[in-house]
């Protein structure tokens, strides 16, 4: 189905090895990472090397003038909703006499939901994994209308639904959090996949889940001052489905985070989309983002949109699939085929896939309809060319003109994969025919 | 795979067609029955029927002299339970002597989990049928104790868990539902399925959902004096993921008794078990239950529990069955496997086994790993015989020594099939050779 140990002679053996058991390693701190909730802030709070003047925005950074089209403007719009300038022109201005400074999320710990915009005001989740230490963050699901700023989105309606997860969401979660006390995260996703989740592009037992951890809080919560407040809190999570994709993107973030750094590991321990290219990390290459074009889309369109309504305009959640979830998880989904398209049998394969390029089945992360085999998780870089098969990564569709326009399956060509090895090889001395590689892949099936 | 049109000389043309214009509307009523969660009562106040002195429990009618084993006991238990008696022996006097009654949950709109108890003090879930009207009840979950007095134990810890349900759950359920108004369970159930829950044997998704629907109300009641009480109830509905089987079981009552009484309509509207027998009942056939042995169990039991430590205490669960649910909707269900045992693969073959014997599709009740095909519904007593196939159900085992021992699939043969066949053939005058019915199912595959 696959050809096999076509780029085996990429790695000499003794390298092979090297790789082998740092992933090994780099790997097992993934699957022990244990991320609890522990506080919901005003990202200036908490997040390190955050100013009042800092915005964060998905991917891998770029200088302020490659960034184009719907991530731009969802940089200046939030330059304009966090007060810091008073039109998108005078942001443009500001930005560029560096009195605002752009970011990437990734820079601080971060992870973005398409654009993946932050300012300093906006209320993040606190995620602490306690198993390594370490700290991640990721701010608020801004509620199941198709236009808000993280879709390249900013209006009246976009403002005030983000100034009301400042003002109410934010407070409420945080209060309720100090009466539950800190909230472990992986038992509750761990049992998601059991009610039909994936976490990335389904979270609706997730969001059922969660709410349930915060009932008793929100009873006690309503007897005090702000029983209004509760209300709408308690509302918004009916009317949300996908609320807790934050909470899991968090977690996700922390899971990885804590698999990078290891020497000589291949694993990918990060994938980032901004609109400009499609990118990942190794945890043995440090902080650098290996590029490579944005993804093929697969997916089902809202209404009368298409494949060319589409834009790309950021995206992290695809973390997720780098810890086991995500497209590595939808064989536990099936109801995603109406938001996604598709059909179950055609999920259930492409999940098993997945397996190909995993260095692990998750001890935690168990799909039921796969007999409670542990998902998929860990990705080789080496094992992604050698299939000739990326990963397959559930996601939104943002389109040209601002708002979500559907949703779908992400499938990035071998590029970025094929930098990254290349790099690899060359810190760690592979002695590896780089040219050789690229020419083998050639043979092999492209990823679908 | 199955031996198709084997029996289609049992029916007429003119009786064949009779039947399945009967079927047609017996199935659309069932199909259209549209349940609400109205209250939550005392049975004396709200069972049609039910003196103080009235003990109800599963399975079509017996003598007293009849019930035996753990069913029997569960019946004296509850006397005691009651105050209607000081001891067991105290109770069967009373029994003997009228001074205490008897009857089938069936005979006043109930129905029964296990031996499926009710005594005039236990709270009942009021479900009311608001397409033509009708009322069902079920009792409340005993929680997740192996040992409940509706799988044959009684002891104080028992005893003391039906007192809180009578003193706790159900008078907050009641001012919840005061508050929030009628429920509709049918979108409720149909997002379950969605949720992985089949709501026979996996019911942790409805339990959410409902729990999540009564959240406001909880924190209503928080403010006010029984801030405990309410406490307690969200605390039971976090330990037992079963507690939505009882709003499922009074809905499938309803659903059921919507269909039952068409002239002439084959149609199953009822399966229930006491310690005798496994028992259907026809929508064209009145109140009259046919009987046959007990199911073949194909079950998971728990610790070192077997077979052989099995007893048949009664079950009304399986209603389920009869409107799509349970065995006939375990696609939806993959973690049940954990429960119940088989493998997925299994459990959907199972499933779409179950098509062959039902008139039609759910419009509401989809599966989502089939695609969201509607699940099999309405089984026709005609189908069941042709192809010599009968319903799967999922449920719960009682051991011997009181107690659930294990879960899994029960298979009934055809005695109660066949019985029930020829009762309706001799009234509805169908001209059918019914010994030459019987000997062709000797043909054709038993049940699996």
Redesign the interface.
């Known amino acids: 189905m696959t050809n096999t140990n076509v780029q085996i002679a990429m790695l000499t053996t003794e390298s092979d090895a090297r790789r082998r058991v740092a992933n090994a390693l780099a790997v097992e701190r993934m699957l022990s990472a244990d991320p609890y909730l522990v506080d919901v802030a005003p990202a200036r709070d908490v997040v390190p090397g955050m100013t009042d003047a800092t915005i964060l925005t998905s991917g891998a950074p770029l200088r302020w003038e490659e960034y184009t089209g719907g991530q731009r403007r969802s940089v200046l719009n939030a330059a304009v909703y966090e007060g810091l300038a008073d039109s998108v022109q005078d942001a443009e201005t500001a930005i560029v006499a560096g009195q605002i400074t752009v970011r990437s999320t990734q820079q601080h710990r971060c992870i973005g939901s398409v654009a993946g915009i932050y300012t300093a005001s906006m209320p993040v989740l606190v995620v602490e994994e306690r198993t390594f230490g370490g700290t991640s963050f990721c701010n608020l699901y801004e509620g199941q209308s198709r236009y808000k700023l993280n879709y390249g989105a900013y209006d009246d309606e976009v403002r005030a639904g983000l100034r009301w997860l400042e003002d109410v969401m934010g407070p409420v979660l945080s209060d309720a959090l100090k009466l539950t006390g800190p909230i472990p995260l992986k038992p509750m996703m761990a049992r998601a996949l ?3 989740d994936e976490l990335h592009s389904r979270n ?2 997730g969001t ?2 969660f ?2 951890e915060l ?2 809080a ?6 005090t001052s702000n ?1 209004d407040a ?2 709408q809190v ?1 509302q918004f ?2 009317d949300n489905d996908y609320t807790f994709l934050r909470m899991s993107m968090a977690a996700a973030k922390a899971m990885a985070d804590a698999a990078h750094g290891v020497a000589a590991s291949s694993l990918v321990t990060g994938m980032v989309i901004n609109c400009q290219s499609f990118a990942i990390r190794l945890s043995g290459m440090g902080d650098q983002w290996f590029t490579g074009a944005h993804p093929q889309l697969d997916g089902r369109f809202f209404d009368d949109f298409g494949p060319g309504d589409a834009e790309w305009i950021g995206g992290e959640s695809c973390f997720t699939e780098v810890v086991g979830l995500g497209g590595f998880a939808q064989a536990a989904a ?2 995603l ?2 938001y996604q398209g598709g ?2 049998e055609r999920m259930r394969d492409n999940n098993c896939a997945m397996y190909e390029i995993a260095v692990a089945e998750h001890p935690d992360f168990l799909i ?5 085999r542990g998902s998929p998780v860990g990705i080789d870089v080496v094992e992604v060319l050698r299939r000739g098969r990326t990963p397959m990564i559930d996601g939104g569709l943002a389109g040209r003109g601002g708002g979500q326009i559907g949703a779908g399956l992400l499938i990035p060509d071998l590029e970025a994969f094929q930098s990254a090895f290349d790099s690899y090889c060359a810190r760690y001395d592979c002695t590896s025919d780089s040219a050789a590689s690229s020419d083998s892949t050639g043979d092999q099936e492209g990823p679908r």
């Open positions: 059991r009610l039909g609706t037992a059922l889940l709410e349930r009932t008793s929100f009873a006690e919560l309503r007897g029983a509760v209300a308690v999570f009916r099936p109801a085929q109406a059909s179950y039921p309809a796969l007999d409670f």
